[in-house]
């Protein structure tokens, strides 16, 4: 019991941050992993004790019983991934959700920690997991957002006006995905361009700058 409430505990603190964040998987979801995990530990914990205590009673069949403690606690680290990958959601050239599988698979692994009675790398792991999952994003300030949507017409023209604004202000494009869409008579083009700015910038302004051409339909930026 004392086992299993510390990985509910555990877990619950973990999956209280992601339902916060309004994540895929949250409270119910992170503790019954861990939970799952930990159960999975204690069987293998007592098949161990049981293969001991049956070579202690019959000691002619020491030679033959095997109780290989990593056989079904391997079965939960990769078989973990299937619960994780429907928890990231791909959607207009974005993806959410990796960080919530990360956490589903690593609140596992301290799930069997509990459950094998590692309690000190347990709590230790949990307090890094926490650190990382609650306050990371707060001490590194990282940009998730590095593309940007550009619908436009007269392709010529405001290519020549995009291009010179990127040039203008080092902004270097890494890489730039083209759709051409016919309405009626003319052409709309929707570029996706992956872009490495330099640190003054933001996209904000990047956002501003590009829709002032009477050219540009819509901008806009897409989270990756």
Request: hydrophobic fraction near 45%; glycine fraction near 8%; proline fraction near 1%.
């Amino acid at each position: 019991m004392l086992r299993l409430l510390l990985a509910t505990f555990i877990s619950g603190v973990i999956g209280l941050d992601r339902a916060y964040k309004h994540r895929p998987a949250g409270l119910r979801t992170h503790i019954l992993v861990c939970l799952g995990a930990c159960i999975i530990a204690m069987i293998q914990k007592e098949i161990g004790f049981n293969a001991i205590q049956m070579a202690k009673q019959y000691p002619q069949y020491s030679g033959i019983l095997r109780a290989d403690e990593a056989r079904l606690i391997a079965q939960v680290v990769s078989g973990i991934g299937f619960l994780g990958a429907g928890t990231i959601i791909v959607e207009h050239h974005s993806i959410r959700g990796l960080t919530t599988a990360a956490s589903l698979w690593v609140i596992a692994c301290v799930g069997i920690a509990v459950g094998m009675g590692y309690y000190i790398l347990a709590i230790c792991s949990f307090l890094v997991v926490y650190g990382v999952v609650g306050f990371l994003k707060q001490i590194i300030r990282v940009n998730p957002i590095r593309k940007i949507e550009v619908q436009y017409k007269h392709k010529a023209e405001t290519k020549e006006f995009i291009n010179e604004y990127f040039a203008k202000n080092n902004i270097k494009v890494e890489d730039v995905r083209f759709q051409a869409t016919k309405q009626v008579n003319e052409y709309t083009y929707t570029n996706i361009y992956e872009i490495d700015m330099n640190k003054k910038m933001n996209y904000v302004d990047i956002v501003e700058d590009l829709s002032s051409n009477q050219n540009i339909l819509k901008v806009g930026t897409i989270s990756v």
